[in-house]
Each structure stands twice: as structure tokens, then as C-alpha cells.
């Protein structure tokens, strides 16, 4: 059972929390946030999307240290940073420093240092990226199409619910669309799914391109991949590779779902089959991810040690 400690407790941090807190396999310690610890718990337990939770935090040290230098995180053997803040390699250090055998980080990072990991794989480095929901969904639909009819290009649109970062109504932002009321509007945005994807795998250089749409939703996410096949197959042919291929990461439905239906599913792609498309060798997926359990799901995977 490892020993966990997260720092930055906004929406990746606490799914993290409620995942690790139900779990028989982790024990959280420590929680570290900018807000105090009655800030923490209040949003721990009452989420507007996750419903109530409730957890003995009574073996938790709660803390609002400004840096990972400042952590009180002894004892901890993972480090958990959601706060999409420390991405530097030399930053993330403090937390070996401090005695963690592992430290995983919810943001990508620019520091070629840090480990990107895709979904399933298992890291030997000690400080490690877990990528983005959005590039894990479409590693996770890219690598079937690719085993099974060879993949010669992929265009994805990643079909996200709001974040955070987003306005509830309309103010200034130096990205002009990404300043629009986000529970009114569909927003174009900037995604870094393709390039992730190609971090993940080289293979896929200047075969992968992907654009962003922010919906009206809390939760629950859509990426839409179109797939140019050296191969020739069929709707029938597609769904029955993805089928076989189930694992952890990625799962199929066929129940005409929709996206509230995803909330609280721990993979991060599940093929919708009702949606599949094939003419010959172009064919269109989609799948479903709960963008913040699925992938606070691949996360926990990274703590094992």
C-alpha cells in the first residue's frame, strides 16, 4: 500500500483524493492547497457533479504551502501534483528530496526531463507526466485502429466540457474565444491531444492533427477521431477489434449513452459503437471519458511502486 500526497486539491486533485480514500490500495497522508483545510474538505465532500462523499480524514495532514520546496509531505512515497503549476523537473525534485520514490504530474511539461507516460505503460522514471485526458483517449483509440488496419493519418476533434480556466461570463482573455461565457457557447480552442499523442508515440509525426471544442457541460468528454487506414475495414470490423481490445484504459458501449451516463467511469476512452463510421479505408470513432475521473484513474496507475 503506498503511501500518497497530493498537492493542489482543484478538480484532478480531489478525484484523485475520493479515488485514493475508497481504495485498498493507497493511503493518503497529506493535502496540500493554496485555500485552508476547511476550504479543502467543503469541496471534497459536496461536488456538483460527483454528488456528496464523505471519508475519515482524520489520517490526513492538511497544509497551504506556496512551493514543493515548503511541503510537508514526509512519509509520503508518491507525490501527486495537480497543481498544473510545477512542471519543471528541478521543481519537482523537492519532492525526492523529501524522501517520494515517485512523483507524478497532472499537467504536460515542457521540460523534456519529465517522463510522459501513456495509459497502461509502466514508467521507470521517478518523476513522470500522465499527459491529458485528451491525449490518453486517443493514444488508447489510435493504437487498436493501428494494430488492426494500420493507421496512415488520424484528425481528432476533442469534444471537451468547460474547465475552470474558462469564464462563466463574457470578460477579457488574450485567447478572444476562450473569454466567452463557457455554459452558453461552443468554443474553439487549442488542443494538445495530436501533439501528446506523438509525444507518446514518434511514429505518429506529421500523421496527427487535432482541433478543440469547449462545450456547455461540467463534465464528460467526446473525442471524435478520423481515420485515414492503409487497410480496408468495416463499422463491423472496427467495433469487434475495439471489443477484443478492452482493457483498464479503454471500453466499449453500445447502450446509446449520454454524456452524464460517463460521470464517474474510470477509463479513458470508451468507444461508442452506435457511432462508428467506415467507407472502405476512412473511418470516423468516437469515444466517451469522464475527463477527471478517467484520468485521475491513470494517475493512481502511475503510483504503484
Request: glycine share 6%.
Amino acid at each position: 500500500m503506498a503511501t500518497i500526497a497530493i498537492n493542489g486539491f482543484g478538480r484532478i486533485g480531489r478525484a484523485c483524493a475520493r479515488m485514493i480514500l475508497r481504495s485498498q490500495a493507497h493511503r493518503l497522508i497529506a493535502v496540500n492547497d493554496l485555500a485552508d483545510r476547511a476550504a479543502q474538505t467543503y469541496l471534497l465532500e459536496r461536488d456538483s457533479v460527483h454528488g456528496g462523499f464523505k471519508a475519515d480524514l482524520s489520517g490526513v495532514k492538511f497544509s497551504c504551502a506556496q512551493t514543493p520546496q515548503e511541503c510537508d509531505f514526509d512519509g509520503a512515497e508518491v507525490v501527486l501534483d495537480c497543481t498544473g503549476v510545477f512542471t519543471a523537473h528541478r521543481e519537482l525534485e523537492a519532492y525526492l528530496d523529501r524522501g517520494a520514490k515517485r512523483v507524478v504530474i497532472s499537467a504536460l511539461s515542457a521540460d523534456e526531463s519529465v517522463a510522459i507516460a501513456p495509459p497502461l505503460s509502466k514508467p521507470e522514471a521517478a518523476i513522470v507526466s500522465a499527459g491529458s485526458c485528451t491525449a490518453n483517449a486517443l493514444y488508447a483509440m489510435s493504437n487498436v485502429m493501428n494494430d488492426h488496419f494500420g493507421v496512415a493519418a488520424v484528425l481528432a476533434t476533442s469534444i471537451h466540457s468547460y474547465t475552470s480556466d474558462q469564464r462563466v461570463l463574457d470578460g477579457r482573455n488574450d485567447d478572444r474565444r476562450r473569454g466567452r461565457a463557457s455554459a452558453i457557447n461552443i468554443i474553439p480552442v487549442v488542443t494538445s491531444a495530436a501533439k501528446n499523442l506523438i509525444r507518446y508515440d514518434p511514429t505518429y509525426a506529421n500523421k496527427a492533427a487535432a482541433i478543440g471544442l469547449r462545450i456547455p457541460a461540467p463534465n464528460v468528454s467526446m473525442m471524435q477521431a478520423v481515420f485515414a487506414l492503409k487497410n480496408a475495414a468495416s463499422d463491423e470490423a472496427i467495433n469487434a477489434a475495439f471489443t477484443r481490445s478492452q482493457n483498464a484504459a479503454l471500453s466499449v458501449t453500445s447502450d446509446y449513452k449520454v454524456s452524464t451516463d460517463i460521470i464517474g467511469s474510470t477509463a479513458s476512452a470508451i468507444v461508442d459503437t452506435n457511432l462508428t463510421l467506415c467507407l472502405d479505408r476512412l473511418a470516423c470513432v468516437c469515444a466517451w471519458h469522464d475527463n477527471e475521473i478517467g484520468f485521475a484513474a491513470r494517475m493512481l496507475e502511475f503510483a504503484k511502486i
